[in-house]
């Protein structure tokens, strides 16, 4: 018996709604499925905030350029970003909830020494990867943690650079004004190290408080001394009143400072005038320049999906970051497996556009790369 046509549409109706919210419900499950996340903590804001602001633009701008092209086997990638203000506690905690709240499928682009340390213990609790991180302590290299992939150079390699570029002019009495933390102690002790060599030791060393711009002690200490260079072991802002500072007394002292202070920044901080002559070792091809392969991708990709940023050493280090990330997981065996990852990471040396990266046996440390910028009369970096 042919049902009512009132009840047949009613039945048609609801049967249609049924089969919609079944796929709904399908594709909101689904959806995860097709995206990575990738976790960062670092300073957004504050006095240390531009640094973690151009990391980000970096790895975004990449991030973009990658799923415009369709993403890795399918799968878009997404940066979640929260701030820690440049404090190892919130650090701690971004990557507790990057991890537990976010699912992020590995941790990328952390930003400090001591922040970096402690997180250590959180890697290997989860069994999460980190791929790269704003430092060059030997503390996060020695020994290796299986989890994490350093991008960059140490402060090792920083500093024997910085010791031989003052010793190749004749420079001999050097002093260190460092931040009292790893990454401070770090630039300190490579110094000490690299001038023994030469069988030569410091002359002063001063620190200034993590996250303080106090440095009327600092230059007390260091100036006493009569140094002919002082090698800067700390951020853009403490760098730059110390700077002044020690201009003031002596006009004639050289500086020189190590790739974390941020050659940006501390041009921003100092004014192009009393800038001028500072050297900076830097760990990531000059981004001003178009000769690299992978700075000409960067600077395109910034042009096409981050138009009001401006090109920096900080945003193309997060750039080179993403690339790898993107390499290593193009050579993996399953995109959604952290260990197959972690394999892909060792399994060879990346050449990124002319960047190369290897992580050889028993090593953390994918690169060696350094080289010594100077500022010149307009605020513009000399390469």
């Known amino acids: 018996m042919m049902a009512h046509p009132l009840a047949w549409k009613r039945y048609i109706s609801s049967t249609l709604i049924g089969l919609c919210c079944l796929l709904q419900t399908t594709l909101v499950c689904a959806a995860p499925q097709e995206q990575l996340l990738l976790g960062m903590s670092a300073p957004l804001s504050g006095p240390n905030g531009q640094y973690g602001q151009q990391m980000r633009e970096g790895i ?80 996060l290299r020695n020994p290796p943690n299986p989890h994490l992939f350093h991008l960059r150079a140490s402060y090792g390699d920083e500093t024997a650079a910085i010791v031989k570029s003052l010793l190749t002019v004749g420079l001999q009495r050097v002093a260190v004004f460092y ?18 060599q030469s069988n030569l030791a410091v002359v002063a ?43 003031a007394r002596n006009p004639q002292v050289y500086f020189i ?18 800038a001028r002559g500072i050297q900076v070792a830097q760990v990531i091809p000059f981004p001003g320049s178009d000769r690299l392969k992978i700075v000409r991708e960067y600077r395109h990709a910034l042009a096409r999906f981050a138009k009001d940023s401006e090109p920096s050493y900080y945003g193309l280090e997060g750039y080179i970051n993403a690339r790898l990330l993107v390499a290593a997981l193009e050579r993996s065996d399953s995109v959604a497996s952290r260990e197959s990852l972690v394999k892909a990471l060792r399994s060879g040396a990346y050449d990124l556009g002319g960047y190369s990266v290897h992580f050889s046996p028993g090593s953390n440390s994918g690169s060696h790369y350094v080289e010594i910028s100077v500022i010149g009369a307009d605020g513009r970096v000399i390469n």
């Open 257 to 274: 400072a190590l790739s974390p202070v941020g050659t940006d920044a501390l041009i921003a901080a100092l004014g192009k005038d009393i």
């Open 179 to 196: 931040q009292d933390d790893a990454f401070g102690q770090a630039g300190l002790n490579g110094v000490q190290a690299a001038l023994s």
């Open 60 to 139: 975004e701008a990449c991030f973009a350029q990658i799923n415009d092209a369709g993403g890795v086997r399918g799968r878009t990638l997404k940066l979640v970003a929260r701030d820690d203000g440049y404090e190892v506690n919130r650090a701690v905690a971004n990557a507790q909830d990057l991890i537990k709240s976010d699912r992020v499928f590995a941790l990328m682009a952390f930003y400090g020494s001591a922040s970096t340390a402690a997180v250590l213990p959180v890697l290997d609790t989860n069994n999460i990867p980190m791929i790269g991180t704003i430092s060059g302590a030997d503390v």
């Open 205 to 247: 060393a001063a620190p200034v408080p993590r996250n303080s711009n106090v440095v009327a002690p600092a230059v007390a200490t260091i100036a006493a001394a009569n140094p002919q260079a002082v090698v800067l072991a700390t951020l853009a802002q403490a760098s730059a009143e110390f700077v002044r500072a020690m201009r």
